[in-house]
């Protein structure tokens, strides 16, 4: 029968150690939709790091003659009501997003483990002093705290025109040389990092209730080794996952405050402020809104789809 | 304090506050261990039997101090102390030990823990985990560190190969071998075996109890072997001392105290071992209600609520723990006018 192909005699398996990080892997690319949102998200990656290169157009320059112009050969996804070639603006708008949801990952990751870790390993005072502040700051509603920031950061710090001096100067002129990304940093980072400090806490403290830490101190290991040796590794991997959980978030948040006018500065481009600029002549050119809002949909799938992945890799024992 | 005791427990208290409300005011205590004396012989192997919740654990890591005793004396011989050893000394107060004196002793005195699974770090290698104690104690580096690493992993009846494998990897009783390979890596004088087989399937059992046997002559070890399984006790333990509710009932050599139980506990413990005879019928006792509260525990004698031969005495004073003669400690009022049955035997 044809469709009884001869089985390959096995090899015998090799006794190779296999980490706990390395069964992960395994398991992740084993995950169809993981694997997908990760070539989709590398493609992403790829395009946003090498935009210069794979843009055909400049982002800020269009022809007068060109605006609203559908898609067609020379602007496969048309052009936006100045003139400029839609594809290019994606691909640098990518950049934006990219950024915001790894920065606002990595800054409430390195916040949250960080106080997360000192909460749960000193226990006691300082435990329920940190996770009061915590409590507190749980309950600004989130996004209305980064818009007040966001506005607060805009008015009072980056004073157009006017070079500001001092400390202020300093963080504005950054952020205008970053076209406005370095405050949406700062607004998610500020705000993001209280649910990982809560997880990271929970963990280090069922860490640091197990045998094998209660070994460590049998030994005789020194408390900062513990604390470094026995309790981060193990609760790290559970922190990742979290943050990678929370990219999408990020994203939505940059595109959102662009939206609304909070974002980047003109003429950078981001898929939340190509949205806004599109919504208006949304009606009779309904290809303004359609493309950004497909790429923040399709870039948040991919996010979603990996970060499950990692998160069933991490945890094969745990089903949805 | 005898010449050739290792460690020698007096009047050990530990008890954990409850907080509640507010301000976090301790208003009464989980009394875990109340007051319990006891020594171990250099090379000998003392049981520590009693039900769950008795404070056997606790009274276990108390002596390593990875509990705060409360109260008491641990005093012991530890070879590397040099006052300790000095003629007539008693040896360290264990309960007293600055930290720099505890973490010099905690190279004599390991522990074996229950669980193989939550003992072993998942994120280190076996040759990491065996080989940590020689890094925090500065005892052997880089090969000579391996070397040794090595030597204990055979001793336990493990391979090289298996140094470079995480936890994971292995089956309980590897694991459980893993464990004790560690706490042997230091080459300590006691080794606090925390119900190292209660987790075990019985056939591996056996196995590790033999293993703990063959180390203990070949190392000179002396256990403090925890356990609720009285079959385990028995066949390891030189000596065997019975917990009820934080406090010793009694104390003996593990042929006395099976052949000539003096206390209303034992005798009812014992009577539970099950014998693989099917023509004895020994009467088997079965205690009424459960283990009272640590919390609050009874007054006079703590057993007396479930004892079928409790007396007005036994609910208002608590009973003396005294020798009867023999190393043979019991606490109880009425020791020496009953009759209790001993175990049955083949």
Same mark, same amino acid.
Request: contains cysteine; positive net charge; charged residues 25%.
């Given at each position: 029968m044809p469709f009884l192909r001869k089985r390959e005699?096995?090899?015998?398996?090799?006794?190779k150690p296999r980490s706990l990080g390395r069964d992960a892997m395994r398991r992740l690319m084993k995950n169809r939709a993981a694997v997908a949102g990760g070539v989709i998200l590398l493609v992403l990656f790829f395009a946003a790091i090498f935009a210069d290169f794979v843009a055909?157009?400049?982002?800020t320059e269009g022809s007068?003659?060109?605006?609203?112009?559908?898609?067609?050969?020379?602007h496969p996804l048309g052009c936006d009501f100045m003139g400029r070639d839609m594809l290019s603006r994606l691909i640098y708008g990518a950049r934006i997003s990219l950024a915001a949801g790894l920065v606002g990952a990595f800054t409430a990751f390195i916040i949250g483990v960080t106080f997360g870790l000192i909460s749960g390993f000193f226990g006691g005072k300082t435990d329920n002093i940190m996770m009061r502040f915590v409590d507190i700051m749980y309950a600004f509603p989130t996004l209305l705290l980064i818009i007040l920031l966001m506005v607060f950061f805009k008015s009072? &710090?980056? !004073?157009?025109g006017v070079a500001a001096e001092g400390f202020r100067g300093t963080l504005s002129n950054i952020d205008r040389a970053m076209g406005g990304m370095f405050f949406i940093f700062l607004g998610i980072g500020i705000t993001s990092w209280l649910g990982e400090a809560r997880l990271v806490r929970g963990m280090t403290l069922s860490v640091r209730n197990t045998e094998y830490i209660e070994a460590a101190r049998a030994i005789g290991v020194p408390r900062r080794r513990i604390l470094f040796r026995h309790v981060l590794p193990n609760v790290l991997g559970p922190a990742i996952v979290a943050q990678a959980l929370q990219i999408p978030g990020f994203i939505l948040y940059e595109a959102f405050l662009s939206f609304i006018g &909070?974002? !980047?500065?003109?003429?950078?481009?981001?898929w939340g402020m190509m949205l806004s600029d599109g919504y208006i002549a949304m009606r009779s050119h309904f290809h303004l809104v359609l493309w950004p809002a497909l790429a923040i949909s399709i870039t948040l799938f991919a996010f979603n789809f990996l970060g499950d992945g990692i998160r069933d890799a991490f945890d094969p024992r745990q089903t949805r | 304090m005898e010449k050739n005791v290792l460690l020698q427990v007096e009047g050990l208290v530990k008890h954990f506050p409850l907080r509640k409300g507010?301000?976090?005011?301790?208003?009464?205590?989980?009394?875990?261990?109340d007051g319990i004396d006891l020594f171990i012989r250099e090379g000998e192997t003392l049981g520590l039997v009693g039900e769950s919740g008795c404070g056997k654990t606790t009274a276990g890591r108390s002596i390593l101090r990875l509990l705060e005793p409360t109260a008491g004396r641990i005093l012991f011989r530890s070879r590397r102390m040099a006052e300790a050893m000095s003629a007539g000394a008693e040896g360290v107060d264990v309960a007293k030990a600055t930290p720099r004196q505890m973490h010099a002793l905690r190279r004599d005195m390991q522990i074996i823990f229950q669980d193989p699974y939550s003992s072993?770090?998942?994120?280190?290698t076996v040759g990491a985990i065996v080989g940590e104690p020689l890094l925090v104690h500065n005892l052997a580096r880089g090969s000579a560190r391996e070397d040794r690493v090595l030597e204990v992993l055979t001793a336990v009846g493990?391979?090289?190969?298996?140094?470079?494998?995480?936890?994971?990897?292995?089956?309980g009783g590897q694991r459980q071998r893993i464990g004790i390979a560690r706490a042997l890596v230091l080459e300590?004088?006691?080794?606090?075996?925390?119900?190292?087989?209660?987790?075990?399937d019985v056939s591996i059992q056996a196995q590790v109890l033999n293993l703990l046997e063959d180390l203990q002559r070949e190392f000179g070890l002396t256990y403090l072997f925890v356990a609720h399984n009285l079959s385990v006790v028995k066949h390891i333990s030189g000596r065997v001392a019975v917990m009820y509710l934080g406090r010793i009932v009694e104390l003996a050599s593990t042929e006395r105290l099976f052949a000539?139980?003096?206390?209303p506990y034992t005798e009812a413990l014992v009577s539970?071992?099950?014998?693989?005879?099917?023509d004895i019928t020994v009467e088997r006792i079965i205690l009424e209600g459960d283990v009272p509260s640590p919390v609050n525990p009874p007054p006079g004698c703590h057993f007396h609520p479930r004892?079928?031969?409790?007396?007005?005495t036994c609910r208002t004073q608590a009973p003396t723990y005294r020798d009867?003669?023999?190393?043979?400690f019991v606490a109880c009022h009425r020791s020496e006018e009953l009759r209790l049955q001993p175990a049955r035997s083949k």
């Open positions: 005699p096995r090899e015998p398996k090799k006794a055909p157009y400049s982002y007068v003659l060109d605006n609203y112009a559908g898609p067609s050969a020379a009072s &710090l980056s !004073v157009s &909070l974002g !980047v500065n003109p003429p950078t481009p981001s | 507010t301000f976090r005011r301790s208003k009464a205590a989980v009394r875990a261990v072993l770090n998942p994120r280190m493990l391979k090289a190969e298996h140094m470079k494998r995480y936890p994971h990897e292995f089956s300590p004088q006691l080794v606090v075996c925390d119900e190292p087989v209660s987790a075990l000539d139980p003096r206390h539970a071992v099950p014998v693989p005879e099917p004892c079928r031969y409790a007396i007005e009867l003669g023999e190393e043979h």
